[in-house]
């Protein structure tokens, strides 16, 4: 499994996620629980952090959403 770093996926936006990150707060929070959801998301994938499939399914589900919200942000 690997992560879904937006920098790598977008990288013709890296420069607009770079500007929004620093000058927008609810983009920046955003942001972070992407981060944040797709990290513990690999740690489950990989069988560090045992959980139920109800619970991954529910986060890779919060993850698009985040997606979806932060590339309206920075495809405009």
Do not use: C
């Amino acid at each position: 499994m690997h992560k879904h770093n937006l920098l790598q996926e977008f990288p013709q936006h890296a420069d607009k996620i770079h500007a929004l990150k620093t000058e927008n707060h609810h983009f920046r929070k955003l942001y972070d629980e992407y981060i944040e959801v797709d990290h513990e998301i690999h740690k489950i994938e990989e069988g560090s952090e045992p959980t139920s499939d109800e619970y991954l399914h529910k986060q890779r589900a919060h993850r698009v959403f985040l997606k979806d919200e932060l590339y309206k942000m920075f495809s405009n």
